[in-house]
């Protein structure tokens, strides 16, 4: 059993006197500016950090997606990240308009390292960072609040100083109070407006105040308010971009970025994916297409999301969960039976539709260079809508509604019996043994000729029965009253349908059928595929009348006729 918490643990932030928040009632209507920080969050966080091969493999899709700031690592901290910096800068890699971004700690040393690694670049954004929650002050930096400003004061000028000797470098500034939603917000803002000052900040020359996250302490909601409550208190709040960086410590990083946009917030670092350390960063693609599902432009493109998954398997060594939003396998899957015959019956409107609406589809999966092949796939628990789908959308055959019910009670023993998923190719196969195949098992035909007289139709058809060949001739109004007048059983067609299946030369004709057993009131369905339109029907004929007999309906007859 859990201890008793209250005895453990205890609200780890400062709470917001905010009672006229104005968050609750904004919507997001604009994209923020989006940093990616998989090459340097995201790559401290793997088992085996990147090779320079793989973080420039990485950068590129990252410029391809359409980042315009991009940390690329920690070159102080890592020779990899220094040498991956000045591979980018030296060989020209960096389009005009990306800014790349180096993270440092507020140490002059690493600041001195930091701007040496990027010496020649065109734009530059340099990171620096200190905590300035109690629990940093009190037991990782031994030292008062008046400490932990001097702390970020002493590099902003650094910053500044180490700058002004690369005047060819636009430069941006960044200052982060790490573990922001953990800090009193009086002093995150003195701190912060201290930064400001010494940088200058203006509405032309404006500065980057990254508010984290670090660890996620709180529900979104107040993380909102301490976002609000910076927005409106900041000095010089016209020359900062209030940027967030959330983790998911508490799963709850997409909707605490989504709040603080609405508080205020102009900038998000995340990771494509939600990489980073603990249980993550924010998900920069789950946020940018929650916008785009919505209407928003994200101006990030994920158009080939396998491509990018690919990319960040491959780099990162980490697979993206199958279940992850709008990424994973299975997310546009449905397996319920109900999802299913929904979305079957969603997709009839939407092809008459400009606007996306769909059951369970919040977003259209070719938006993302999916296909529809995966969105309805059969297990045990599905139902006649999703094989029904699988069917027509693969192999254009529509099913009657009494054949689906009667076939998904064949496709549900079959799964039941394998516990496995079956694909289309395997529902065909199995359609295939139920209703068509079986036109040799008693009855079968060994060939026919159709003639006309008198406006009737005759045939003459050679049939195997009980391993004999038996030839029967029967006159009808067209070939299927002929082949079942020609038979001479207690039979009648009750429906018929018929359809092409494949394109051009290679169509053939399907034959779907229901013949009833005269005085039972029992009946049956089957199907003949051919590519001579007056063969299936027959073969149908054939097929069912054995159906019929493996239920115990009909017996094999000796019918009399001419035997060949």
Not at 284 to 311: C, K, R, W
Request: proline share 4%.
């Amino acid at each position: 059993m859990l201890a008793d918490p209250s005895k453990k643990y205890r609200r780890m932030y400062q709470r917001v006197n905010l009672p006229d928040r104005q968050w609750p009632n904004k919507e997001i209507t604009t994209a923020p500016l989006w940093m990616s920080t998989d090459l340097r969050d995201g790559n401290q966080a793997i088992f085996e950090p990147m090779s320079l091969e793989q973080k420039f493999k990485m950068f590129l899709m990252l410029v391809k997606i359409g980042f315009k700031h991009i940390e690329i690592g920690f070159p102080s901290a890592s020779q990899t990240d220094f040498d991956f910096t000045r591979k980018l800068i030296e060989e020209n890699h960096i389009p005009d308009d990306v800014y790349i971004e180096v993270l440092v700690q507020a140490r002059d040393h690493l600041i001195a390292r930091t701007f040496e690694s990027l010496v020649g670049a065109k734009r530059a954004i340099v990171h620096i960072y200190n905590s300035n929650s109690p629990t940093f002050r009190q037991k990782v930096l031994n030292t008062d609040i008046d400490g932990a400003k001097k702390l970020a004061t002493d590099a902003a000028k650094k910053v500044k100083e180490y700058a002004a000797k690369q005047p060819e470098t636009k430069w941006v500034f960044q200052y982060s109070p790490e573990c922001f939603s953990a800090t009193e917000l009086e002093v995150a803002k003195d701190v912060c407006d201290a930064v400001t000052e010494i940088w200058d900040a203006t509405p032309d020359n404006k500065v980057i105040l990254n508010l984290p996250a670090t660890v996620e302490v709180s529900t979104p909601n107040v993380y909102a308010d301490q976002i609000e409550w910076m927005h409106r208190n900041l000095a010089r709040r016209d020359s900062v971009l209030i940027s967030v960086h959330c983790h998911n410590d508490r799963g709850c990083g997409i909707a605490a970025s989504e709040l603080a946009i609405m508080a205020g917030a102009d900038r998000v670092e995340g990771c494509v994916f939600g990489n980073g350390e603990r249980t993550g960063n924010v998900d920069i693609a789950a946020i940018a297409l929650n916008m785009y599902s919505q209407g928003v432009a994200p101006h990030l493109d994920f158009s080939n999301i396998n491509e990018i998954i690919a990319t960040i398997e491959e780099c990162t060594g980490l697979p993206v969960h199958p279940r992850h939003p709008y990424a994973g396998d299975l997310v546009f899957t449905a397996f319920s039976g109900s999802h299913q015959d929904a979305i079957k019956k969603g997709f009839e409107f939407q092809k008459n539709e400009t606007i996306w609406d769909m059951p369970y589809l919040p977003i259209d999966p070719k938006d993302l260079g999916r296909d529809y092949d995966a969105v309805i796939r059969v297990n045990s628990q599905s139902g006649k809508g999703g094989i029904a789908y699988l069917l027509e959308s693969k192999y254009n055959i529509t099913l009657p509604r009494r054949v689906q019910i009667e076939f998904s009670q064949i496709v549900q023993a079959h799964t039941d019996t394998t516990s496995k998923e079956i694909s289309a190719e395997e529902i065909w196969d199995l359609f295939k043994a139920t209703y068509i195949n079986i036109k040799d098992k008693h009855y079968s035909i060994k060939k026919y000729h159709l003639s006309t007289e008198d406006h009737d139709q005759i045939i003459d058809l050679d049939i195997v029965i009980n391993d004999q060949v038996q030839r029967l001739q029967g006159r009808g109004n067209g070939p299927i009253s002929a082949v079942i007048n020609a038979l001479n059983l207690p039979i009648d067609v009750l429906s018929y349908e018929e359809r092409s299946i494949g394109h051009d030369s290679k169509a053939q004709s399907l034959a779907l059928l229901e013949i009833q057993v005269k005085d039972t009131g029992r009946s049956a369905f089957a199907a003949g595929i051919h590519s001579n339109t007056i063969t299936s029907p027959i073969e149908a004929i054939i097929a069912c009348t054995n159906r019929l007999i493996d239920q115990g309906v009909l017996k094999i007859n000796d019918i009399v006729s001419e035997t060949v």
